[in-house]
């Protein structure tokens, strides 16, 4: 804190100028003290000035309150920093409350900004930048490039100001995923690392640049210029941000950072039991039934899956599909179809469970085809709308989650699958993206997707709450809405779409990134055409994650299936391992053209690596990774699945370098690094 009463993050001895405002806030009629692009350096946050503080101990976690107000506006902010005893990372959420006389619009608040982040001997020139690109069937491809490549340098001093750019990734509509992950990061040359993520289902942003010599970061919710987000405080009025997450770690770069907020994200979400248990799921759709399932196509997958060694098993899309025209614009009451099901779902459902097996179903919730009569019966009021004009998208229209009416018609569907039906497993998909929201009254289209989001959340916290047992998978078109809104609620995440087995590594490799590993959920849907190193190439990805098997197993010979069930086997023995490891990556994140791949999975006491090669058989048959948690230890590496690829090991304990050895293209091999006990 300066004289002035401004309270900014850092260390002490950090030069004062390049740090950051602790809130930026901008609001009509409250710009910037310099134009441009960047959403620092705002007059508000000049202005907010230190009023109290508090810190409270509960246990391992501490927290600390710091109250500012802005004596021009009004305006106060009250800023909770959240950790955890010994942990490296930083919560932060802001309450601003409008104190003055006047209604105060707001256009974006920041949830969390840091500066004076400089490499371990001051500048620029050794940081590198992380951050990750998402797309349907494409998640989780991570890029990096040199800071100075993105910002680069103007001679500040010639010109006597900061640059007005920064660089920036932020959300488009409801897809909160659809084009990048809302996770960052910074690292430099000896290891350091500053990592971040947004916690939002509805819009996000974070931008970093230059002020003063050093870097800076700024975490932000939706805002007016991305999100078409503004909102009104009316005297005594008060708005909460998003959430958002700063991990600090001193060495290890990127390694260490992502098993921080691994760490983080395991204490952040809601405890259930799924998290302890990981239970192998069978789901019929990925190269499957697609949409199409009846009962005379489901009884064989249900005997075959649970003969294979799955717990649950997911009826997926079309359950409900009765119409000649096709179900996709026609959703919304979600009731079996008699065709489908001549002798009632009951009659595969009770087949599920007698094969030991959890029964579960796919939904869609948020959406009402346009043909279905919930879309006349349901009040307009109950829908998304923008100019007092219903929003259609892809022959949608979208619920607004805030409407009783809304809430009550999928309270009522949930509580007849899984109250009457006997359902334990839901896979809620999200195939639309509906826009920057919408508008009810006078409310901006991105405050309008924001409440309808925590209304979201709220519903389905309620559904746990009188469901405790019920087990919620995100999906969004894959891994579209793969953020820790949804994630702190949501037991499982859906990863992606993707079919090829062969694009589907570095999507499988990266989901750590995304989620923890027991809710990352990695499609495995090997076929009877496949070959057995086909088989276990689309099986071994799946083993450090959650399994979500398909494929018709029914139609398999003994050798094929006998590995399909090997690899089931292999997964419950060391999924008690997998809900308190940390990920790794020993070639670096993979990007989505690499020919070999690594993910590992690590603690105290073992570590686990799949290795995956994907390239022509003129390429090199080994790849050595660099294992620096082991170096000097003697150790036995055990191929863990499957047999069948001919994998060859060598280590080298005084450099810690651990080469593999795949024989044949397309082919991977998950590998136990052991510790050599002596006698």
Not at 67 to 78: H, K, N, Q, V, Y
Not at 249 to 256: C, F, P, S, Y
Not at 285 to 297: A, F, I, Q, S, V
Not at 529 to 542: K, N, S, V
């Amino acid at each position: 804190m300066d004289a002035t009463g401004s309270v900014r993050l850092g260390t002490p001895g950090q030069d004062w100028a390049g740090l950051v405002p602790l809130v930026e806030v901008t609001a009509t009629g409250h710009g910037r003290l310099w134009s441009g692009e960047r959403f620092i350096e705002t007059v508000i946050g000049d202005r907010l000035a230190y009023r109290d503080h508090e810190m409270v101990q509960d246990g391992t976690r501490e927290r600390t309150t710091i109250r500012l107000a802005d004596p021009a506006t009004g305006l106060a902010a009250e800023v909770t920093l959240e950790t955890r005893s010994g942990a490296g990372f930083l919560r932060a959420r802001v309450r601003l409350v409008n104190e003055g006389g006047t209604p105060l619009r707001l256009e974006s608040v920041t949830t969390l900004t840091l500066g004076g982040i400089a490499g371990a001997h001051g500048g620029l020139d050794g940081l590198t930048l992380h951050w990750a690109d998402n797309d349907w069937l494409a998640e989780c491809r991570w890029r990096q490039a040199a800071f100075r490549d993105q910002v680069v340098p103007l001679s500040r001093a010639a010109h006597g100001h900061e640059g007005r750019g920064c660089f920036e990734r932020y959300s488009q509509g409801s897809w909160s995923t659809g084009r990048h992950l809302p996770i960052g990061a910074l690292t430099d040359r000896e290891g350091r690392a500053w990592l971040w993520q947004i916690e939002s289902s509805a819009g996000w942003r974070f931008e970093t640049g230059e002020r003063e010599g050093a870097a800076y970061v700024a975490l932000l919710g939706p805002d007016d210029a991305h999100h078409q987000w503004h909102h009104t405080l009316a005297p005594g009025q008060e708005f909460h941000t998003v959430p958002a997450v700063l991990v600090r770690t001193e060495a290890g770069g990127l390694d260490a950072a992502f098993g921080e907020l691994t760490d983080y994200r395991r204490g952040l979400r809601r405890d259930h039991p799924d998290h302890r248990t990981l239970p192998v799921i069978y789901n019929d759709y990925m190269n499957t039934l697609m949409g199409d399932p009846t009962t005379e196509r489901l009884l064989p997958l249900v005997e075959a899956a649970g003969a294979a060694g799955a717990e649950v098993f997911v009826i997926d899309a079309g359950w409900y599909d009765d119409d000649a025209q096709g179900w996709w614009d026609a959703v919304g009451a979600w009731e079996a179809a008699p065709r489908r099901f001549p002798g009632g779902i009951q009659e595969v459902l009770d087949a599920i469970r007698t094969h030991g097996m959890v029964p579960g179903l796919w939904l869609e919730p948020e959406v009402v085809g346009v043909r279905s009569p919930l879309a006349r019966t349901l009040p307009p009021e109950a829908f998304f709308q923008r100019g007092g004009v219903r929003i259609t998208e892809h022959g949608r229209h979208h619920l607004d989650l805030r409407h009783p009416a809304a809430r009550a018609h999928l309270d009522s569907v949930v509580d007849r699958l899984v109250g009457e039906w006997g359902v334990g497993y839901l896979k809620l998909d999200y195939n639309i993206n509906i826009g920057p929201g919408t508008e009810s009254g006078l409310e901006s289209p991105g405050a309008g997707l924001l409440g309808h989001h925590r209304a979201h959340l709220d519903w389905m916290a309620s559904l746990l709450d009188r469901h405790p047992g019920l087990v919620l998978e995100n999906c969004g078109s894959g891994g579209l809405r793969m953020d820790y809104a949804q994630l702190s609620v949501a037991q499982i995440q859906s990863t992606s779409d993707q079919q090829d087995p062969l694009r589907y590594p570095p999507i499988a490799a990266a989901a750590a990134t995304a989620a923890t590993p027991e809710q990352a959920a990695v499609w495995a849907y090997p076929q009877p055409a496949h070959t057995l190193d086909e088989i276990a190439f689309t099986l071994t990805g799946a083993l450090l994650g959650r399994v979500h098997l398909s494929g018709f197993l029914d139609r398999m010979n003994d050798d094929q299936f006998d590995l399909v069930r090997s690899a089931i086997g292999v997964y419950r023995d060391i999924r008690p391992d997998i809900r308190q490891a940390r990920p790794f990556w020993p070639l670096g994140l993979p990007t989505w053209e690499d020919a070999w791949l690594a993910h590992g999975l690590r603690d105290q006491d073992f570590t686990y690596l799949t290795v995956w090669r994907r390239e022509p058989g003129a390429g090199p048959a080994s790849r050595t990774l660099t294992l620096p948690h082991l170096r000097g230890v003697h150790l036995h590496p055990e191929v863990l699945y499957p047999a069948t690829a001919d994998a060859t090991t060598e280590w080298d304990a005084a450099a810690g370098r651990l080469t593999v050895v795949l024989p044949r293209p397309d082919t991977s091999v998950l590998l136990r690094v052991s510790a050599v006990r002596s006698l």
